[in-house]
């Protein structure tokens, strides 16, 4: 499965932004997707994850304010932000849930 982030860039702090993020190949519907984050000089780390059924779990840094969601027909996972913080500044990933190979991600920028 190929995946495709984007929607990110430059925010104040409180405000909002959707990522996307689109497969192309396999079977989208059956695969447990996860939005992940890498803040410069720290390690890739999960921030939200939505299962096959539409389960949803959240890092306890970003719950209450990011929502992921999916739209199996458009092979497409979302993740909703609000309130962003300087803190969630950060390179954002889409990937399967374990995740599998890393394409590139989308960078947001909170300003304070």
């Known amino acids: 499965v190929q995946l495709q982030a984007s929607g990110g860039g430059l925010v104040q702090a409180g405000g909002s932004l959707r990522l996307s993020c689109i497969a192309s190949g396999g079977i989208f519907s059956i695969l447990n997707m996860g939005w992940y984050r890498q803040a410069p000089g720290k390690q890739r780390d999960l921030v939200a994850r939505i299962t096959s059924y539409g389960t949803t779990n959240y890092a306890d840094s970003v719950k209450g304010r990011f929502t992921i969601s999916r739209d199996n027909a458009r092979k497409t996972v979302y993740l909703h932000m609000n309130s962003l913080k300087p803190e969630d500044t950060a390179v954002y990933y889409c990937?399967?849930?374990?995740?599998?190979?890393w394409g590139q991600g989308t960078l947001v920028t909170v300003s304070s």
């Open positions: 990937n399967q849930s374990p995740p599998q190979i």
